[in-house]
């Protein structure tokens, strides 16, 4: 497993490009399933997750060309549906996320649709009821084998359209349901449906192929079922994510920074959320330039007076995926902070790791941490550090960016997963960060 040694204390300068979206990514790699004809697909980030998908979508027959970096054509006229009974996908099928989101196409083009448990980060219970709930709505059976946990959904006569209620905005669960509504017979209305830029951007690249979706970017989404779809052309947003953690950077480590096309349109409170710890902003054409806070960032009180807390929502609300980062952050404003982790239950243990840098953090319990801000007049010292998922490694990096000393931080693999040549970029904009 890769290291990455860190020396921190720097201040960097210059302009960062955002890769495109993961989460994105996923969602539209798996679309392709669902069409004989060639779909192009620009803006994919080279991630060890999405390259995984890729693979997969490789081994199950879909023929892969590589344009040029970050552009693939895909073409599933040829799809081996055997190959889900092979024990290489037993193995291979559940080691990311983002794999659970072939089921729906699968179910919706050949009638059946497996998946061993799926992957991804460990940062409490992940449940996948939201998933196979809708494919039971629309008309498949639902088979579970307990023993090698794999899940699976059939469907010999096809599926029919159905009006579902979802447990929850599950975001993987609403991309899965809507690929396999497209194909349905008749209509289906999908209420309580994530709207993530995500789940906007599928629709969209659906509505291009052919498929008749309503209500995009809303919570009621209306499917009118049609009989095939065809090929298009789709470009993936920038990672609104990896936007986030720069910002978060910027302001952690006092440099001056400019994201590039960050599509400000589709960052929903992520720019809000980040000036209410006092960080500046400015919308730069379609960029954001962040200036170097020499003076630190000072925490933004609520209108009562009472300590600011960050929580995460569904979309619109604010991205779990950014808490762990705003947590960070949060340790050299000046002021508190208490974070609310509503949506994982083990998403913020790792601030023990930021408690033992020197910063000020009460766990209360595993969904919210107060942060006690230093305003910078304690600098966090360097250490070495084990990444336990995606986020909190970048937070973890951008801790030792920030620290005095040099870091360590193992299990890099968890960072490489989202996060494409981060060493490389960084040291483009002075970072001292080498890989081993
Ligand atoms: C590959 C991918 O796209 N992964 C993202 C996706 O995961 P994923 O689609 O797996 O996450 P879900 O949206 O299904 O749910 C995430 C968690 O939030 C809980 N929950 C969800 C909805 C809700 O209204 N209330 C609620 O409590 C669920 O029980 C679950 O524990 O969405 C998550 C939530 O934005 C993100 O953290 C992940 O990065
Ligand atoms: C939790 C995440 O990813 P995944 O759902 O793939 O584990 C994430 O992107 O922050």
């Known amino acids: 497993m890769g290291i990455f040694k860190i020396e921190g204390g720097i201040s960097l300068k210059g302009e960062i490009t955002p890769q495109g979206a993961k989460n994105e990514a996923l969602q539209i790699l798996c679309a392709v399933l669902l069409t004989p004809e060639k779909v192009i697909i620009n803006n994919i980030p080279d991630i060890i997750d999405i390259n995984k998908l890729i693979t997969l979508l490789g081994n199950l027959g879909v023929k892969i060309q590589k344009n040029g970096h970050g552009s693939y054509t895909f073409q599933a006229d040829e799809v081996n549906i055997d190959y889900l009974e092979t024990e290489a996908f037993k193995k291979e099928g559940g080691s990311l996320r983002g ?4 089921v729906g196409p699968l179910l919706a083009r050949f009638g059946k649709g497996y998946i061993p448990k799926p992957g991804g980060d460990k940062i409490g219970r992940r449940r996948l009821d939201t998933h196979f709930e809708g494919f039971i709505n629309l008309g498949a059976k639902f088979r579970y084998n307990r023993e090698d946990h794999f899940y699976g959904v059939e469907a010999n006569e096809g599926l029919t359209g159905a009006d579902m209620l979802l447990d929850e905005a599950s975001v993987t669960g609403t991309a899965n349901i809507v690929m396999a509504a497209v194909l349905a017979k008749g209509v289906t209305t999908v209420y309580n449906a994530a709207c993530e830029p995500y789940l906007q951007q599928l629709c969209k690249m659906l509505n291009s192929m052919g498929a008749k979706i309503s209500g995009v970017g809303s919570n009621l989404l209306t499917i009118e079922g049609v009989t095939t ?12 994510i990896e936007i986030g953690s720069w910002i978060g950077l910027a302001a952690m480590t006092k440099s001056e920074i400019t994201i590039k096309n960050v599509s400000w349109d589709n960052l929903g409170l992520i720019p809000t959320t980040f000036r209410k710890l006092g960080i500046t902003l400015e919308r730069r054409g379609d960029d954001i330039y962040i200036p170097a806070h020499v003076d630190g960032y000072e925490v933004k009180t609520d209108i009562d007076g009472s300590i600011l807390t960050i929580s995460d929502a569904p979309w619109p609300g604010f991205t779990p995926d950014l808490l762990s980062i705003v947590l960070v952050v949060a340790t050299q404003a000046k002021g508190d902070v208490l974070i609310h982790q509503k949506m994982f239950e083990s998403r913020l243990f790792f601030v023990d790791k930021l408690i033992d840098m ?20 304690s600098q966090l010292k360097a250490t070495t550090m084990s990444s336990p998922d995606i986020r909190a490694g970048i937070s973890l990096l951008i801790a030792a960016l920030s620290a005095k000393g040099t870091s360590t931080i193992q299990n890099i693999e968890q960072i490489d997963r989202g996060y494409e040549a981060i060493d490389e970029r960084l040291r483009a904009i002075g970072a001292k960060i080498v890989r081993e």
């Open 99 to 102: 794999s659970i989101m072939i």
């Open 229 to 240: 779809l065809g090929g298009c052309e789709h470009r993936i947003l920038p990672d609104m």
């Open 358 to 377: 020197g910063a000020k953090i009460m766990l209360c319990d595993p969904h919210r941490a107060v942060v006690m801000g230093h305003d910078f007049k």
